[in-house]
């Protein structure tokens, strides 16, 4: 019994330690380019179709920049447009919402067309970040997992030394 006790002790310790190390050295695919241009929408919406067509015409030329296009309905989309929104100091209350480097636009109109005209000139003539740039990056939290992967291994130790 006490070997076999030893063998899942040291079979414990071996796991909490290597697993970390396998999972940092796991190569992952390359991501695709991240957009210049991260438009919100919803179906149905006048004002999105309007701003929709005029960003269409106004990067046709362009294949360079890439435009990620979420309607508010999609998994995940009410998330980023909070998030994203939050990051350039607007409330997401209405669409389309247009983000473009470390700009946003907001509405259709006028005034937002003149302000779509000009971001996406100065961005074709100037370049600038991915609207996703001014996310924080969310890493695996390698700090927690060394501290439960101790805290478990002395817990297997002190059942094992309590004899059990």
Known sequence: M????????????????????AVSQVQTEPQPAEPSII????????????MKELLDALVADHGEIVIARYDISDPGAIALLI???????VLAVSVPMIFIG??????AGRAEEFQLRTAVS???????PSPLAFRPEIRFPWRDF????VFG????????????
């Open 102 to 107: 470390d700009g946003v636009i907001i509405g």
């Open 122 to 128: 100065t961005y074709i003539r100037h370049g600038g």
């Open 2 to 21: 006490y070997k076999q006790n030893t063998i899942i002790l040291i079979a414990a310790i071996l796991l909490l330690v290597v697993a970390p190390i």
């Open 39 to 50: 438009f919100f929408e919803e179906e149905g919406c006048p004002a999105c179709a309007q």
């Open 83 to 89: 998030d994203l929104a939050a990051r350039h100091g």
């Open 153 to 164: 291994t002395l817990l297997l130790a002190l059942v094992f030394l309590q004899g059990g």
């Open 146 to 149: 060394i501290i439960l992967g």
